[in-house]
């Protein structure tokens, strides 16, 4: 018998993503999922799609999986249905999805999920957003204008919103001070300010989403071996250190610059809570080595609660039954836990 992590909570609501990728091969499996949950960790907690149900029976129907698709009026019905069926919020397609095919006439379908479950939680109607993931050639060819998921959530935020992309597993939590530019674009972007406010965002989550109640950050160098004191490049002299000094007289616990190529080492990883990186792959690059499965995007310094998988679309293996739901799992769980201790703190 299925039951939700937190009884009497809206459920956590779910978006497909790009419906030709990945997105509802892992959504069917993480519902099955529920049968045999971890000892350790419980069933996953009641969650409900906003997406077309008729793709999701025809992605399930493909993969041979038993999933019975339970059509729903409302997130509280969603919650109910959840222990026998996968309860979906029915949002037609305006083309049938063909696996590894992606459609740019379903980009606005795609994009409308994501605002409806951003509108559903900021309403408290749902605990939390946890998005497929999207396929951003697709999207811009539709006419999407944002570079990715973090970016088109902090619009929908409103005014004054900072989010801060951290990707987080067991082993290790990273968040990148510049995310979607080319690896030049990222160097010139680079400033204090910007690491500044990556690190205090990093670490009032840390403290109220994690539970970590003295949060230690990490900062690595931009150039080999951090710079060798300006030798090397002056990043580390001219905006690392000058961001490091403002976070220690606001009193955040904070050291570096670290050389990146020591920053990840097993001993180093035992030092830190979570390490602040320059840019998109010195962050992603090792902890999708130590985990690529169980990795979790969670979108930081949003009023509401976003996680997703740590994995793109994979249109080459979509609809073929090998596409894990790890990471989505542990998205599902993430989200759950961070909703529960906003929500016990009056924050959600």
């Not at 299925?2 to 499996?29: H, M, Q, Y």
């Not at 000892?39 to 077309?52: E, H, L, S």
């Not at 959840?82 to 049938?96: C, D, I, K």
Request: proline share 10%; aromatic share 4%; charged share 20%.
């Amino acid at each position: 018998m299925r039951s939700n992590a937190v009884e009497g909570r809206p459920p956590l609501l779910v978006t497909l993503g790009e419906p030709a990728g990945i997105g509802p091969d892992v959504v069917l499996s993480a519902w099955l999922s529920g049968r045999m949950p971890e000892p350790d960790r419980g069933p996953v907690a009641a969650f409900v799609v906003i997406g077309d149900a008729d793709a999701l029976s025809a992605r399930s129907r493909r993969l041979g999986l038993e999933v019975p698709i339970s059509v729903v009026g409302t997130p509280e019905e969603g919650r109910s249905a959840f222990r026998q069926a996968l309860p979906v919020l029915h949002r037609p397609l305006s083309a049938p999805p063909v696996a590894g095919r992606p459609d740019p006439a379903n980009a606005p379908a795609v994009l409308a999920a994501i605002e409806e479950a951003v509108s559903m939680v900021r309403s408290g109607r749902g605990a939390a957003v946890v998005t497929g993931p999207i396929h951003k050639k697709t999207l811009y060819d539709g006419g999407f204008t944002f570079p990715g998921h973090t970016e088109y959530l902090a619009a929908l935020a409103g005014p004054g919103a900072k989010p801060v992309m951290m990707l987080a597993s067991p082993q290790l939590r990273v968040v990148p001070v510049t995310v979607h530019l080319p690896l030049r674009g990222a160097v010139e972007a680079l400033s204090t300010d910007g690491i500044v406010t990556a690190a205090r965002t990093t670490a009032a989550a840390l403290a109220g989403d994690f539970g970590i109640a003295a949060p230690r950050l990490a900062v690595a160098g931009l150039n080999p071996h951090a710079g060798e004191d300006g030798a090397l490049g002056r990043e580390e002299l001219d905006i690392i250190a000058p961001a490091l000094a403002h976070l220690h007289r606001q009193g955040i616990t904070v050291a570096g610059p670290v050389p990146p190529d020591a920053l990840f080492t097993p001993s180093m990883r035992d030092s830190y809570d979570a390490a602040i990186c320059m840019y998109h792959d010195q962050a992603l690059i090792p902890l999708k080595a130590l985990d690529f499965d169980g990795g979790v995007n969670v979108t930081l310094g949003l009023p509401f609660v976003r996680t997703s998988p740590d994995h793109g679309t994979a249109l080459d293996i979509a609809g073929s039954g090998i596409a894990r739901p790890d990471s989505l799992i542990a998205a599902l769980r993430l989200a759950a836990e961070i909703s529960a201790r906003r929500s016990t703190a009056g924050m959600a």
